[in-house]
């Protein structure tokens, strides 16, 4: 197949050019309008009780609390006259926006809850309308017309999740730019540097903005059809760029090391895809397995970043396999045009770099030795996830100058219980007023619950409270919903208890109740993701097994690949959950503890995972290559991190320089993405191809290329390898000469 790919890219390379623009401009015209059918939010299971609990309020009540706006009296209290007038005010013109729906504020009824201690501050509690995606848009309409100064002194503010959206969706795309604007000039920089040539370094360009316009053009197809969430565009630009530049880089360094030799550019390019074409293919193919992973979870948002992620790996490798070769036909020599001043031939020509075969060769004599100490430090820095938790974003993801944040503030330190925190339970039936009672009044008596609201009355500590009759917006005919008020910090350990508590308690006779409310969400999205997980696990080591199974001929080579990966991979997630959920060093990047979000944790492993692999192939593929030409195992390891290592050292600098621009964002979240993906590719490449590769073929010996006849027979058939297909692996453990010292 590699061959015929070669033959196409000689014979044809002009019209492999020529389909490839048109393919671009189709592309590009296709994806143009992704963003009209993508979508915000996608964090929640659609089978969840939440989600389900949501869903009926929605169709039955008018949806839930999701908008609260802070109003301040400023000098008086909010009961004073004209304060009271520029309340009323305010609420008549929130019940007539048509973006809102179950507007309910402090001067309807004068309830205590909406009412600040000092009696300075009030709440209007409203629903915005529309799904995840209109809610945004119409928040935004809501919090720009009615925050700010009104009538009477008052002046409003804007909380709750309609609003801690509106400022992450305010904030991201400045973050973005921000990011953006360090990376691309350090990139190109960069890119200059390690080509030591204009040309060459605007190759990996090309490949990037094929992957980028066809990863948009399947997500607007994809969008027309299936729930995709826009946050998906973000890991395409950067994922696409950095494959581009790794799997160019790849191939560029092979095919002018062959011109360096003397071959013919025909027969560098046929090398070049038989050797590096096939190393871009299989490692193209280790990157989708591990994002492949994204689609078993329920939630949208994480299945987004699969399609998004399998998608532009897929295109990046095509184009990198047909588009590539039929340029350095095209090129030739002048691949290494605008040669500059401080590049000599002889590191333009070549990829060998004898630092990293020096390195080898130091740990090989003294594997247990050099590998022992940066084993140590791994796992310690890994230790860290043995406390680890996990959450959903909330307003404290957000700079401390962000309104919904500060509005929070408010809630939790002056008002009594948080009505806006509530959790919502919908029961699928007309409910009598005497069960209904007995329900609310049990669920009522519940440690850390202020009060519990229904369409009959008010209950508090098992009691009914003597202040009024109920809220008849709560009752239906065909259901009842029970509002339950803590005292207890939202999203805390206390308050998904009660989640837990809530539900335990058995609702009238003959009804379902389902729990809702952004607690409950947290909990249901937990249990959804951690319920998920070892699947997506188990799929990721299983399809990654066969692929460097059939890539190396060896059942040992895969098992000492997750192993090594797994480690540095813990060690990652161990210092990002050092650092952002147990608090050391957050104030240096402005960040507030909290619990490790969920969806943003995943990610982060499969996207690492998924480039660790990359970085294994690259290096595996040279070692492999020189193993059955009959280099014993310590001269190919040695020869081949000498050949590979300047490789992947610029691949993961180049990647990583992507990825750390995200640490200058002010969501933490995405601090946490961009710092821990960037961290993560320099202990890949450093600490693991450096090192622990090394000093584990060492101690492996012949043994690493074990595998079991039938597997070999399996292999001879079947298999690929760099440089076509391989010898036999070797059966048989270690002789003595290859034991290590």
């Not at 938790?389 to 100058?401: I, S």
């Not at 600098?653 to 993906?677: D, R």
């Amino acid at each position: 197949m590699f061959d015929r790919i070669a033959e196409l890219a000689i014979r044809r390379s002009r019209l492999v050019l020529v389909v490839a623009v048109v393919a671009v401009a189709l592309m590009g015209a296709v994806g143009a309008g992704a963003f009209g059918k993508l979508k915000g939010g996608g964090y929640d299971d659609p089978a969840s009780q939440s989600t389900r609990a949501g869903t009926a309020i929605e169709e039955k009540f008018g949806g839930e609390t999701n908008l609260v706006l802070l109003v301040r009296a400023a000098g008086s209290r909010v009961d004073a006259p004209d304060a009271e007038r520029g309340g009323r005010a305010l609420v008549a013109d929130l019940r007539n926006d048509p973006n809102l729906e179950n507007v309910v504020a402090y001067w309807d009824a004068k309830q205590p809850a909406l009412r600040s201690e000092d009696g300075r501050e009030a709440l209007v509690l409203a629903h915005v309308k529309g799904d995840e995606t209109q809610q945004r848009e119409n928040a935004k309409t809501v919090i720009d017309e009615y925050t700010g100064p009104h009538e009477g002194g008052l002046g409003v503010r804007a909380g709750g999740g309609a609003a801690v959206g509106n400022d992450m969706e305010t904030q991201t795309p400045k973050d973005l730019l921000l990011a953006e604007a360090i990376a691309v000039p350090l990139t190109l920089l960069l890119l200059l540097v390690v080509f030591g040539s204009v040309v060459a370094a605007l190759l990996p360009l090309a490949i990037g903005t094929i992957a980028i316009a066809g990863t948009f053009a399947e997500l607007a197809l994809l969008g027309g059809s299936v729930d995709v969430s826009v946050s998906a565009t973000n890991l395409t630009t950067a994922l696409g760029l950095g494959l581009g530049i790794d799997y160019a880089l790849l191939m560029i360094s092979r095919f002018r090391e062959q011109l360096a030799t003397g071959s013919t550019v025909d027969d560098a390019v046929r090398h070049t895809v038989r050797t590096a074409g096939r190393t871009v293919a299989f490692s193209a193919a280790t990157v989708a397995v591990a994002l492949a992973a994204l689609l078993v979870f329920p939630q949208y948002f994480l299945r987004s970043f699969g399609y998004a992620g399998v998608g532009v790996v897929a295109i990046a490798a095509v184009g990198t396999l047909f588009v590539m070769p039929a340029l350095f036909v095209v090129l030739g020599h002048r691949v290494n045009s605008g040669r500059l001043p401080w590049a000599g031939r002889a590191r333009t020509a070549a990829t060998r770099a004898p630092l990293w075969g020096r390195l080898a060769g130091t740990v090989m004599r003294r594997p247990v030795l050099t590998a022992l100490p940066v084993l140590a430090v791994l796992l310690v820095a890994a230790s860290p996830l043995l406390g680890i938790t996990l959450g959903t974003p909330d307003e404290r993801v957000l700079p401390e100058d962000a309104q919904s944040r500060q509005v929070a503030a408010v809630l939790r330190e002056k008002f009594d219980g948080n009505d806006a925190a509530a959790l919502h339970v919908v029961i699928d039936a007309f409910v009598d007023e005497g069960p209904l009672g007995s329900y609310a009044a049990e669920l009522s008596a519940l440690e850390g619950v202020v009060r519990v609201e229904t369409g009959t009355g008010s209950y508090t500590k098992g009691q009914p409270r003597a202040t009024g009759p109920g809220n008849a917006a709560l009752s239906r005919p065909d259901a009842q919903r029970v509002t339950v008020v803590s005292g207890l910090t939202p999203r805390s350990d206390e308050a998904q208890d009660l989640v837990h508590e809530v539900r335990a308690v058995a609702p009238p006779a003959g009804t379902e109740a389902l729990v809702g409310g952004g607690d409950a969400e947290l909990v249901d999205s937990k249990d959804s993701i951690s319920g998920r997980l070892p699947l997506a696990l188990g799929l990721v080591a299983l399809t990654t097994f066969v692929v460097l199974f059939l890539f190396t001929g060896s059942v040992v080579q895969p098992l000492r690949a997750l192993v090594l990966n797994v480690i540095s991979l813990g060690a990652t997630l161990g210092v990002m959950t050092w650092i952002f959920q147990d608090g050391n060093l957050a104030s240096l990047i402005g960040v507030t503890p909290q619990p490790m979000e969920a969806s943003m944790t995943v990610l982060m492993f499969c996207i690492a995972f998924g480039l660790s692999m990359d970085y294994e192939v690259f290096v595996t593929s040279r070692i492999k290559e020189l193993h059955d030409q009959g280099a014993d195992t310590r001269t190919a390891v040695t020869d081949g991190l000498g050949h590979t290592g300047r490789i992947v050292t610029a691949a993961a600098c180049l990647l990583a320089v992507s990825f750390f621009a995200f640490g200058t964002a002010k969501i933490s979240f995405m601090q946490m993405f961009g710092l821990g993906s960037g961290l993560a590719i320099l202990i890949d490449a450093v600490a693991v191809r450096g090192v622990l590769v090394p000093a584990a073929m060492r101690l492996l010996g012949r043994s690493a290329w074990y595998a079991p006849p039938s597997l070999r027979r399996f292999h001879g058939r079947f298999g690929l390898s760099e440089g076509g297909p391989a010898p036999a692996p070797v059966p048989a453990p270690a002789p003595p000469a290859e034991a290590p010292e």
